[in-house]
Nanobody, 115 residues
Framework: QVQLVESGGGLVQPGGSLRLSCRASITIFSIISMGWYRQAPGKERELVARISSDGSTDYEDSVKGRFTISRDNAQHTVFLQLNSLKVEDTAVYYC?????????WGQGTQVTVSS
């Protein structure tokens, strides 16, 4: 059973920053693509950023230039640096494989952007 444990969320003012972490208990972590997803209240879950096994990245348009995804294969961890946060970034953030496995969703980490 794969476990994904997200952390690093919190309450931040607009323009602030957070760094999210996700530790994955996946033995083949280094050869799979990972993604960060988010779900805002009343909205469907969406892919925010993805990183492939070779380190190439891709971002949803609204976060380009503000969010950065990275990975540490030795630690089986994927990160998401969130800068210049906006109120509309408020959501529960999840990590999962890319494409996501429905059995892998963890508890997520809440990011709230508010003044």
């Amino acid at each position: 059973q794969v476990q994904l444990v997200e952390s690093g969320g919190g309450l931040v003012q607009p323009g602030g920053s957070l760094r999210l972490s996700c530790r994955a208990s996946i033995t083949i972590f280094s050869i799979i693509s990972m993604g960060w997803y988010r779900q805002a209240p009343g909205k469907e879950r969406e892919l925010v950023a993805r990183i492939s096994s070779d380190g190439s990245t891709d971002y949803e348009d609204s976060v380009k230039g503000r969010f950065t995804i990275s990975r540490d294969n030795a630690q089986h961890t994927v990160f998401l640096q969130l800068n210049s946060l906006k109120v509309e970034d408020t959501a529960v953030y999840y990590c999962n494989t890319d494409p996501p496995s429905v059995t892998n969703w963890g508890q997520g980490t809440q990011v709230t952007v508010s003044s």
